[in-house]
Nanobody
Framework: QAQLVESGGGLVQAGGSLTLSCTTS????????MAWFRQVPGQTRDGLAG???????KYAGSVEGRFTISQDNAKNTLYLQMNDLKPEDTAKYYC??????????????????????WGQGTQVTVSS
């Protein structure tokens, strides 16, 4: 059973940076696709960045050029480096995982409803 735990959220001023971590257990990045999502209460969960088992990466247009997804296989940890943060980036951030063998297509990496395993989320608040 895969387990995911996010950390690294907090309060930051606009223009600042944060790095979120997603520590995993029970899975290998060689066999899973991974992604970061965020959600504001009352709104849908938005896909931000995803990375497939073959290294393919997809970003949402709203964060491309500002956010970077990466993973450290030795530490079993997924990261999201976030730069030039804006007040509209305020949300709860989640990491997610799905078995690569069950994932229908890599271009769907940012579709939240294709993921089975989720962390509990970490709050990011960007002040203006």
């Amino acid at each position: 059973q895969a387990q995911l735990v996010e950390s690294g959220g907090g309060l930051v001023q606009a223009g600042g940076s944060l790095t979120l971590s997603c520590t995993t257990s029970g899975l290998s990045f060689d066999d899973y696709v991974m992604a970061w999502f965020r959600q504001v209460p009352g709104q849908t969960r938005d896909g931000l960045a995803g990375i497939a088992e073959n290294g393919y990466i997809k970003y949402a247009g709203s964060v491309e050029g500002r956010f970077t997804i990466s993973q450290d296989n030795a530490k079993n940890t997924l990261y999201l480096q976030m730069n030039d943060l804006k007040p509209e980036d305020t949300a709860k951030y989640y990491c997610a995982a799905e078995k690569a063998s069950l994932f229908p297509a890599r271009w769907l990496l940012l579709n939240w409803d294709l993921y089975t395993y989720w962390g509990q989320g970490t709050q990011v608040t960007v002040s203006s």
